[in-house]
């Protein structure tokens, strides 16, 4: 609400002192997550994620383009953010242009290969499908890696577009009243689970850092599992080092709550898809 | 007389309006005389100068070709770049387009884009398009641009001539002929008028730089070739009331003849 | 005395007075004008009394109005104490964060006991309980740190230990009344230390963190609630703890 | 000939407002009409860049950002219609020396997206209770090939208009002579379809403000029975 320049030096103590005693400032547990609700629609490919207050918004969208010469038979998938004023008003414009979380979330599932690139191809070396997601932070209240994460999976899962019918090297594109659209074949669900590490040699740890926390924080740390417990990325820039130790307990709260996010997304799809059938008919 | 209007431009433009008068003599619903020159620039496929009082617009259209795009296989480009450079008025900065200069080239783009018919701009289709890129640049700004620049566009478009094209099949390569080719049939012409309330009370045709300055509210009318309105776009605060609107339509009415006679010569 | 009600802006507000030609009742009005004082949210727009924000329009005997609206953004007034974080030391003095527009200023010797000599030495970061002194919308605040006619601190100062939260202008306000519901609850039960600042900040300070962070749920829960609601909601905060 | 959502010609598609629900900025509101939905954050009055300082008022500054893409041209060209229709609005000269910034996030377009997005900005101001003259809205509506007027047009319908007409009035604006605030009327059409469609999207912004006005009195009331006022 207010400027937040840095924090207090009693903000910072608070804070800390609680810690040492498994308090958090807003009375969660130290492996809490805070509410998640996961909301689709109403237009395809449109997620908004709320975790706690954090709010984020992904749009996916494609577009028939001609592929890059080096591929001619593979789709693209494109991730764009800003940090923009909306949610981040207060925070000094360095912090604010670090924060690239776009490419963070490119490069999880780009690297995990969740998108199949292969099957967005509509005509080999002529048309191909062109994803976009764009990641709207709408209220930065901590933790946006998670909710942006949570956001752009379910937006793809969720996606549908339209039928295409090739037949010899023409390619009919239909019009979504007339055939339905049609899903995007995604394999797998990555999902990042991040830590705060606090204290001057990060002894303290938390999941799920809220904003007051963040700027206290000496460390940043993300990890990244799929449905099958599989880790795709380990993440973190900068800050105290952190043992071999504290990475493998933090994979391990990893593995669980990467487990409740998934079902909330299922959850979410399955209910979206539901009311869509049910207006359908 | 040049102190006063320096230290209070609004109180010394008061004067004038109180007394309906302004101080370029006009009356408050008689717009700057236009005088065009066609084919003002030969390096461009079509070109036009546009003199409003001391608004000076230059709009220059070059023509290259390109691939169409893949949902519209047959129809060509048209955009449109209003430039309003530090050059024109000490009130623009160096550096970026500013605000003004790019609501103008969107909202350019939006009427003439309806007004042109992209599928003559098809040479071959779903593989090489005529790509129109008309640049409105302003040389002397007094108030008034858009107006200046819709018409500099319009009187541009008329002048436009694109070459004679033959694509070698073979390679794909585009020839272009020596001798300047067809006229670009333009489907509707576009006739502006612009009105300023000015001191949220007098409203005036037309308003210079100086009446711009005290404008608390602009209205501007569109109209085609047949009359019938194209666009009415009213911004700022000031209210400007039903009648006056219907009002304004009627003048604009009587501005389009100007035009097209300023248009025809 | 018109009854309290919602108005939005651009809401004529019925002062009564003789000029006054709106719409609610006509009441006929003794023919001597009087002298209106309006206060936040309310603004002479050519002979009507307009509101110009949303909130509650309140009037008192018929010459004051003025509307209570509930806001985020701090506008520093004078008298109001305020809870600061000292972001920069000038030589004249600090720059205190207070969530207004502008940084207020908190001259060197506005502290009890401050002389040329022995002068506070605040560092960066502090917390500061402190009262506007000077507000005005065309100069920076200025906020002081003692009462100015006694000389003497009466609270304010530096808050060395303890926890500050941010909630809403109007929740403040209505914490800065002592008989808030929710400080009375929490206060049979929890010995604590609350310092409030109506620009949306509150100091707690009790024995251990988790009574800290339990008074602020309570009182940041306690926005929407009534007394009632309030006192429940603190009885089942305490049987959690 | 039905309306895609069989809705009467001059029926408003559902309305929805959430006043006050972003953590960080100083007001917020969410504005739906349908599936076209925006948000929008207000910063004000705050700290100004040294370069749009003005010593006697508040800059005001508006900032859009499309649900899908980059910012490009059309979202400058509605940042500016918001700006021109809201600017005149705000009584800048109480807070000078300062910004107020009205960020507008678009959640979705499915048509009539300006009149959204300047519905959103001004709740957003309300709900930060920055200084405002009067409440404002805006409404749409679209000339159908087959010379019907339908109020509040939906993308698909939008997309086969002969013209569309997006109006915002200020409350005490209507019906007492005064004008429209802004007018954006495109396409082809006579002055007697313009009428028309002023008199459609006037009504249709009585039922908004009226919308608006029920929005903000429960919120204001929700707040204010714990003071007992």
């Known amino acids: 609400m207010v400027a937040e320049i840095g924090p207090s030096s009693i903000e910072t103590a608070f804070i800390l002192e609680a810690l040492g005693k498994g308090v958090r400032v807003d009375g969660r547990g130290i492996y809490d997550y805070r509410g998640l609700r996961i909301a689709c629609g109403p237009a395809s490919g449109m997620v908004e994620v709320q975790l706690g207050q954090t709010r984020v918004l992904a749009r996916v969208a494609c577009e028939v383009t001609r592929p890059a010469a080096e591929r001619p038979t593979e789709g693209t998938v494109q991730f764009s953010s800003e940090l923009g004023t909306l949610a981040a008003f207060s925070l000094d414009r360095a912090v604010a242009q670090e924060v690239s979380i776009a490419r963070m979330i490119e490069r999880v599932i780009r690297q995990s290969r969740a998108v199949d690139t292969e099957a967005l191809c509509i005509v080999a070396g002529e048309q191909v499908w062109a994803l976009r997601v764009d990641l709207h932070f709408i209220d930065h209240a901590g933790n946006l890696v998670d909710a ?14 339209p039928d295409v019918t090739v ?22 669900t990555p999902v990042c689970v991040s830590f705060a590490f606090m204290g001057k040699a990060g002894e303290l740890v938390v999941v799920d850092p809220e904003a007051r926390e963040e ?12 449905a099958h417990k599989e880790v795709c990325a380990l993440n973190k820039a900068g800050g105290v080092a952190l043992g071999p130790e504290q990475i493998r307990r933090c994979t391990q709260i990893a593995v669980e709550k990467a487990g409740e996010i998934t079902d909330a997304i299922n959850a979410a799809l399955k209910t979206a898809a539901a009311e869509e059938a049910a207006a359908a008919q | 007389m040049q102190t006063f209007e320096r230290i209070h431009p609004v109180e010394f433009q008061r004067r004038f309006l109180t007394q309906d008068t302004r101080l370029s003599g006009r009356e408050f619903s008689q717009f700057r005389p236009l005088h065009i020159v066609k084919g003002s620039i030969g390096t461009a496929q079509g070109s036009a100068t546009v ?20 949902k519209r296989p047959t129809h060509g480009y048209l955009t449109t770049n209003v430039e309003l450079s530090p050059m024109c008025s000490a009130r623009f900065r160096p550096g970026p387009p500013s605000d003004e200069a790019q609501v103008a080239s969107e909202h350019i783009h939006r009427l003439i884009t309806p007004s042109v018919d992209l599928t003559s701009l098809c040479i071959e289709e779903n593989k090489v398009v005529w790509a129109l890129s008309a640049d409105i640049v302003c040389i002397k700004y007094d108030g008034n641009v858009l107006d200046a620049a819709i018409v500099a566009l319009v009187a541009a478009l008329e002048n436009l001539k694109l070459p004679e094209v033959k694509v070698d099949p073979a390679t794909g390569v ?60 009213k911004r700022g605060t000031g209210i400007i009331s039903r009648d006056t609107i219907t009002e304004c339509v009627a003048a604009a009415a009587a501005r389009k003849s100007e035009i097209e006679r300023a248009l025809s010569t | 005395m018109a009854k309290p009600r919602v108005v939005l802006p651009g809401d004529i507000v019925d002062t009564h007075t003789h000029s006054g030609s709106d719409d609610e009742s006509t009441m006929d009005v003794d023919a001597e004008s009087r002298v209106l004082r309006l206060g936040p949210g309310l603004a002479q727009i050519n002979d009507s009394v307009r509101a110009t924000a949303a909130g509650i329009c309140h009037s008192k005997d018929e010459t004051q109005f ?29 720059r205190v964060d207070i969530g207004s527009a502008h940084d207020a200023l908190l001259p060197l010797l506005a502290f009890e006991g401050a002389t040329k000599r022995n002068r506070p030495d605040l560092a960066l970061g502090t917390t500061v309980y402190a009262r506007v002194s000077v507000a005005n919308s065309l100069m920076d605040p200025e906020i002081e740190c003692y009462n100015a006619n006694t000389g003497k601190a009466e609270g304010y100062g530096e808050l060395s230990e303890g926890y500050a939260i941010k909630c809403s202008l109007g929740l403040a306000r209505r914490l800065f009344s002592s008989n808030a519901p929710v400080l009375v609850a929490l206060g049979a039960s929890v010995p604590m230390e609350i310092a409030v600042g109506l620009n949306g900040r509150v100091w707690i300070n009790t024995e251990t963190p988790a009574t800290t962070v339990l008074v602020a749920n309570a009182i940041k ?21 | 000939m039905a309306r895609p959502d069989r809705r009467d010609p001059d029926q408003i598609r559902a309305l929805n407002s959430v006043l006050g629900q972003l953590s960080r900025a100083d007001g917020s509101a969410q504005f739906s009409t349908g599936s076209t939905s925006v948000v929008c954050g207000v910063y004000g009055p705050v700290d100004v860049k040294l370069f749009d300082e003005h010593l006697d008022r508040a800059h005001v500054e508006v900032k859009l950002r499309p649900d899908i893409g980059i910012p490009g041209p059309k979202d400058k060209w509605l940042e500016s219609a918001i700006l021109q229709t809201l600017e005149g609005n705000i009584l800048a000269h109480l807070h000078p020396r300062t910004l107020v910034q009205i960020n507008v996030q678009v959640r979705a377009d499915g048509g009539s997206l300006d009149a959204c997005a300047i519905n959103a900005a001004i709740l957003a101001l309300v709900d930060a209770g920055v200084p405002l003259r009067l409440m404002v809205a805006a409404a749409a509506c679209a000339v159908m090939p087959d010379g019907r007027i339908v109020v509040d047009p939906v993308a698909e319908e939008a997309e086969a208009a002969r013209s569309l007409h997006t109006f915002a009035f200020a409350e005490k604006g209507l019906g007492e002579g005064e004008g429209p605030v802004y007018v954006d009327s495109r396409g082809v059409f006579g002055i007697e379809e313009y009428d028309a469609c002023y008199g459609v999207c006037e009504r249709a912004v009585g039922r908004v403000l009226a919308f608006m006005r029920s929005a903000v009195e429960s919120k204001v009331t929700k707040e204010s029975h714990v003071a007992g006022a």
């Open chain 3, 66 to 94: 003025w509307v209570t609206s509930n806001k985020r953004r701090y506008v520093a007034a004078e008298g109001e104490p305020v809870i600061g974080v000292v972001v920069a030391r000038h030589a004249e003095g600090y």
């Open chain 1, 148 to 161: 942006a994460c949570v956001a752009a999976v379910a937006a793809l899962r969720h996606f549908r577009r």
């Open chain 2, 174 to 233: 585009v020839e272009a002929g020596a001798e300047d080719g067809v006229q670009l049939g333009i489907v509707r012409r576009l006739f502006p008028a612009t009105f300023a309330l000015v001191d949220d009370n007098y409203l005036v045709a037309d308003a210079d730089d100086a009446e711009e300055q005290m404008t608390s509210a602009s209205l501007l009318v569109v109209l085609d070739d047949q009359g019938q309105m194209v666009n009415v776009w």
């Open chain 2, 51 to 70: 003199r409003m009082g001391n608004t000076i617009m230059v709009c220059g259209i070059k023509a290259e070709v390109c691939e169409p795009d893949v």
């Open chain 1, 215 to 226: 700027l206290v924080q000496q460390a940043a740390f993300t990890v990244t599992m799929n």
């Open chain 3, 221 to 241: 829960n306690s926005e929407f609630l009534d007394a009632k609601q309030c006192r429940q909601m603190v009885k089942e905060l305490l049987e959690k703890k």
């Open chain 1, 167 to 188: 037949d010899g090297g023409r390619a009919v594109i239909h019009d979504p009243r007339e055939r339905n659209p049609v899903p995007l074949s995604i394999h797998h």
